[in-house]
């Protein structure tokens, strides 16, 4: 436990280090959640040692990043790969099942509004790669769902200051409503699409 606590330690005095690098490539190889290196940015937004929009920026960027990787996995390596080696960058068989799921559902839509639902948010980019999903239609929708996430925690981090590793019990009653409005949107989207569909056939 010491020298996993210690590791930590190390990763965070090295995301500090780097500053705003430190933000991004923190967030693209995920060692330690994202929420968490986001708010741990907050705190150095509050320190003085960064500003919260070049956090948010560096973080936006190194969230779309990661995605466009695991994307890639989907579309070359196919769910065998991620199913056998998904457990190092957290994805497992069930978040993969869940995401295609939902991603059949509701078409690619979901890639925006799938980011902010914990159990499907990083997996989701796994059947868009396997369906390939035009890559800049991927990119665009994930950057579009990444900003706000990342100046969320971000922000959350900056108010907590010095208390930045309380951001799970802070961050829950957030979270819980923007999954309410994420769900919201993809009904919204599906009673769109539902209505084009009826409405096309009907010409």
Do not use: C
């Not at 436990?1 to 990763?11: C, G, K």
């Not at 190194?62 to 790969?81: E, H, L």
């Not at 868009?128 to 769902?145: E, R």
């Amino acid at each position: 436990m010491h020298f996993i606590s210690d590791l930590i330690s190390t990763l965070f005095e090295w995301i500090q280090s780097l500053g705003y690098f430190g933000i991004m490539i923190g967030l693209m190889i995920e060692v330690i959640p994202s929420e968490i290196v986001l708010a741990f940015g907050g705190f150095l937004v509050w320190s003085g040692d960064i500003n919260f929009f070049g956090a948010v920026l560096f973080g936006t960027i190194g969230g779309v990043i990661a995605q466009i990787f695991v994307y890639w996995i989907g579309r070359y390596g196919g769910r065998p790969v991620l199913e056998k080696y998904g457990k190092y960058i957290f994805i497992q068989k069930k978040h993969i099942d869940h995401s295609e799921e939902w991603f059949n559902k509701y078409g690619t839509g979901v890639i925006f509004t799938a980011r902010f639902i914990p159990v499907v948010r990083h997996a989701i980019s796994v059947p868009a790669g396997i369906s390939k999903m035009p890559l800049g239609k991927f990119t665009l929708l994930t950057t579009l769902a990444v900003i706000p996430w990342s100046a969320l925690f971000v922000y959350l981090g900056y108010t907590l200051g010095n208390n930045w590793e309380n951001i799970d019990q802070v961050a829950a009653k957030y979270t819980n409503e923007i999954i309410l409005v994420a769900i919201a949107l993809i009904v919204v989207y599906f009673l769109f699409k539902w209505y084009k569909s009826k409405k096309k056939g009907a010409a």
